[in-house]
């Protein structure tokens, strides 16, 4: 047990190292330090836009970079262009050969592979390398846009979940399409060249240049924006469809109960005349009446 | 060559397609692009955008067309070109990647110079970015790149 004396300490402790922490997003952080009087100082505004800038790109270029890491390390173990490779067909099987002085090389220290050795592909070499780059590329890439997504989702107070769902799906496509095409001119390369290094080539270019254009015809035709627009709308529809239909429930309720009711009452009403001059009829009638 | 397989119609012209499609709208971006930065530099321009997206265009397009020159041989004639010629279409096109990791970082920097020198601004609310394409908006004045970012918001 702790004595008077350290539980004072304890809390005088406590309460001077205590800390706030604020979550806010690059776009609130870029208000705040625009609002702020001393955010008008150069050296604050330059290390938050470094800092800023730094977080963008980290996101968006890991894949991409990690595509011409592959590229870069493959040329590289392979003493940059003093190895030739090439894919030659023996035993009806293709393989990767080596040409060139083996103790320059780290990896792949061999003179033939078998196309899908897991050497051959962990480096991009030929037809199954590039595409196993191709593939992982766009599997990252699609893993990196949806945290950042789901984060700008979370930090942003305007966004809407149209809004996530909407920039979601048209991520999700951009890189499926980009990975196919990538993947398609993987294969043709290796069907035209014998260069072990051409499919991987062909995936970084074809890559690139689909998501940038891809890119730049959702911009010019606002296609994300107008998916959010059509989620928006389906999600209006769908609430004012569920309205007028509890709306179309309640008032078939209500006929149907007015119904019942006015038909309940005039029933009754009918019995009751019908019971009342029954009884009045046999009262007033002038035939004798006979008692057993 | 023995294990080789013959490729099918489709394979032969569709490759073919694909990096000559792929080729030819690269440059033209690419040279619209630096046309448009480039002339509203010169005319000193309330809005100067640099698209630093079409500036990979550049290295993208060489590389791509050295391949088509491959792919487009091969579904011609149905045979490799001479491996002579391979190696100079493959050191092409790894030239193009090169230019392709450059001309963007190189521009980009240049502009940057340029906008600093010309005391411009960089309108964020009116840029627009996504993966590497990113397109960059300065302009002269801080109204300017208000009734920008607000034209853009109404469309």
Request: charged letters at 20%.
């Amino acid at each position: 047990m702790l004595s008077d004396q350290e539980k004072k300490e304890l809390k005088q402790k406590i309460k001077s190292n205590q800390h706030e922490v604020f979550v806010v997003s690059i776009e609130e952080m870029d208000a705040i330090i625009k609002s702020w009087p001393k955010g008008n100082l150069p050296h604050i505004k330059n290390a938050w836009q470094k800092l800023k800038g730094k977080m963008e790109v980290g996101a968006s270029y890991y894949a991409s970079a990690d595509d011409l890491r592959t590229l870069s390390n493959l040329v590289g173990d392979l003493g940059g262009f003093t190895t030739k490779a090439y894919v030659k067909t023996y035993g009806g099987k293709p393989h990767i050969i080596l040409k060139g002085y083996p103790g320059l090389r780290r990896i792949l220290t061999g003179t033939k592979y078998g196309i899908k050795s897991p050497k051959v592909i962990a480096m991009g070499l030929g037809k199954a390398g590039a595409i196993n780059a191709a593939k992982s590329g766009g599997i990252l890439s699609i893993v990196l846009l949806s945290a950042y997504r789901v984060t700008d989702y979370f930090l942003t107070d305007q966004a809407t979940l149209s809004q996530l769902i909407g920039a979601l799906a048209t991520d999700i496509v951009k890189v499926g399409i980009a990975t196919g095409a990538s993947i398609a001119a993987a294969t043709f390369v290796s069907a035209a060249f014998t260069v072990a290094i051409g499919p991987i080539v062909a995936v970084v270019a074809v890559g690139v240049i689909t998501s940038m254009l891809l890119s730049a015809l959702d911009k010019h035709y606002g296609i994300t924006d107008k998916v959010i627009a059509g989620i928006d709308e389906l999600g209006d529809d769908v609430n004012s469809y569920i309205k007028r239909a509890k709306e179309n429930v309640d008032r078939s309720a209500a006929n149907a109960t007015a119904e019942v009711f006015d038909y309940v009452v005039e029933s009754a009403t009918r019995i009751l005349i019908n019971t009342a001059k029954h009884t009045l009829q046999k009262f007033l009638s002038p035939q004798p009446r006979i008692f057993k | 060559m023995m294990g080789e397989m013959k490729p099918s119609l489709l394979e032969r012209f569709l490759g073919s397609a694909l990096f000559l499609t792929l080729s030819m709208a690269g440059i033209v971006w690419f040279i619209l692009s630096a046309f448009s930065s480039v002339s509203d530099v010169i005319s000193s321009d309330p809005v100067l955008t640099f698209n630093k997206g079409a500036m990979y265009m550049l290295g993208a397009s060489i590389t791509t067309s050295s391949l088509f020159i491959g792919v487009a041989y091969h579904s011609i004639f149905l045979r490799k070109v001479s491996s002579k010629t391979e190696k100079t279409l493959i050191r092409g096109a790894i030239f193009g990647v090169l230019i392709m990791i450059l001309v963007p970082q190189v521009t980009h920097f240049a502009v940057g110079r340029i906008v600093h020198e010309r005391h411009y601004i960089e309108c964020h609310q009116a840029e627009y970015s996504w993966l590497l394409y990113k397109k960059y908006v300065y302009t002269k004045t801080q109204d300017v790149c208000q009734n920008l970012s607000t034209e853009i918001k109404s469309k």
